[in-house]
């Protein structure tokens, strides 16, 4: 895909965001929203994917670390094939495949069950690791937010991950510099994020996560590094294409009623119409 493509695909994932949170009446679109150029350049440029057979053995693995943010990867699988865009309707729904969490049993596509926030990017090391032992080909790839950083767990296995020399593994920050609670750098300052993770040996690729030319640089230069894993720090807006939803840390976990919702998507219908006309 060139960029035009993906920007054109990134409105779709976000549409289906806003779509999947005002059906279940809840849900997380803040966070979704700022990554949806991630999640739409992992899964329509980046990974090694077929949705025709989710469980190919050499497929590369994503692990979404920030669980929460299931609507912007559903959005993006059902976007590329896994299953049908009507079923993000059914969010959240009882008796839906597609849960507030990802659920690896249950959703195509879903390499691993993860909403405990600082878990995902363990999961994500010791798939790294099996991939180093067995010298197989497949790289492994995990979203964080920068709120989750806060939490242990990650910088323990950040650690193990630099001492294990995972050239193959690619952590992604999504840093909105918001959480539930307001400001990270008020509820719980982690920068710099960037010297962090070079004190646990790895490579860092700062960019803005909302720019597919700065996200396509650093995942190309992500493949190249070796002897370290790479760090992609995506500095992002929060709600990013709806202008309401925007740097609010109110929209990290609330969905839109009847209202917001139709002004969200006349937004998001006239973004994409302006960007068939390029």
Known sequence: M????LEQTANEVRKGIITAVFNAKSGHPGGSLSAADIFTYLYFAELNIDPDNPRKVDRDRFVLSKGHNSPGYYAALANRGFFP???LKTFRHTGSYLQGHPDMKGTPGVDMSSGSLGQGISAAVGMAISAQLDKASFRVYTLL???EIQEGQVWEASMLAGH????????I???????????????????????????FNFHVININGNDFDEIDAAFKKAKEVKGKPTAIIAKTVKGKGVSFMENKAAWHGTAPNEAQYQEAMAELEKAGGLLCQK
């Open 164 to 171: 294990k020399k995972l050239d193959n593994l690619v952590v």
């Open 85 to 87: 865009v009507e079923d």
């Open 2 to 5: 060139n960029k035009l493509q």
């Open 145 to 147: 937010g920068d709120g």
């Open 173 to 199: 920050v999504d840093n909105n510099n918001l959480q539930i609670d307001g400001a990270i750098t008020e509820v719980n300052s982690p920068y710099p994020i960037d010297k962090k993770f070079e004190a």
